[in-house]
């Protein structure tokens, strides 16, 4: 579906999408990257899964200069990318992802205290899309969403949570379930931030928040439920 997606929304830009599946759990992409680059694509999207560290290296060595896009660097965030495969391959990674520059300027400083409290407890910075979505969203929303409903009833949980906003790590922006894709609040929207991998580390290029690409293209084709 994701794929689908990504195609429909480059075809509205004018641009072609070519694809190649894989195994889960594969190493070895060099029978499929050398047909991918065999097409001289602009640009590869490194998907968002485990196997993304040895498609970068492997698109390296066989020296792919073009753009390299994807989702996120995974739990490690792009240390344990960097630590794994070596600076070169991640050099000018592009991806959106939940995670903060928190030594940087475009950190603020409710991101800061949180991060040195973690790190202080866990001995590295969290990646903001995990603390989000896991603790935050448990004593925000779950937590909090149960009480509100007096009961432990599925239906009664889910009309209560889907009402919620709470507050995230970015000051001034809540996150809160979206309706807009399916008709039904099911989707989380939260603050994410583009960024690029330089010298190994991420630079965040700007913060925006998530799950707005239908008010931005009203004309983006919207998914059938079956």
Do not use: C, H
């Amino acid at each position: 579906a994701s794929t689908k997606q990504l195609r429909d929304m480059a075809n509205l830009v004018g641009f072609t999408v070519y694809d190649e599946y894989y195994e889960r759990g594969t190493t070895d992409f060099y029978s499929t990257l050398t047909k991918v680059l065999s097409k001289n694509p602009d640009a590869i999207d490194t998907g968002v899964m485990l196997e993304v560290p040895p498609i970068l290296k492997q698109i390296n060595e066989l020296g792919f200069k073009g753009y390299k896009i994807g989702a996120w660097y995974g739990p490690t965030g792009p240390q344990g990318v960097v630590d794994a495969i070596g600076k070169a391959p991640v050099e000018g990674y592009l991806t959106y992802m939940a995670i903060s520059d928190y030594d940087g300027p475009t950190a603020t400083e409710p991101e800061k205290k949180f991060a040195t409290a973690f790190k202080a407890k866990f001995g590295a910075y969290p990646v903001t899309f995990y603390a989000e979505n896991g603790y935050l969203l448990q004593k925000n929303v779950i937590a909090p969403g149960i009480v509100k409903a007096g009961t432990l009833d599925n239906d009664v949980l889910i009309n209560t949570f889907q009402d919620m906003v709470w507050d995230t790590l970015v000051p001034g922006v809540q996150g809160r379930f979206y309706e807009s894709v399916w008709g039904i609040k099911r989707e989380i929207t939260l603050p994410i931030a583009m960024a690029v991998t330089r010298d190994g580390k991420a630079v965040v290029l700007a913060r925006t928040q998530s799950a707005l690409m239908y008010d931005l293209y009203p004309n983006y084709p919207k998914p059938v439920l079956n």
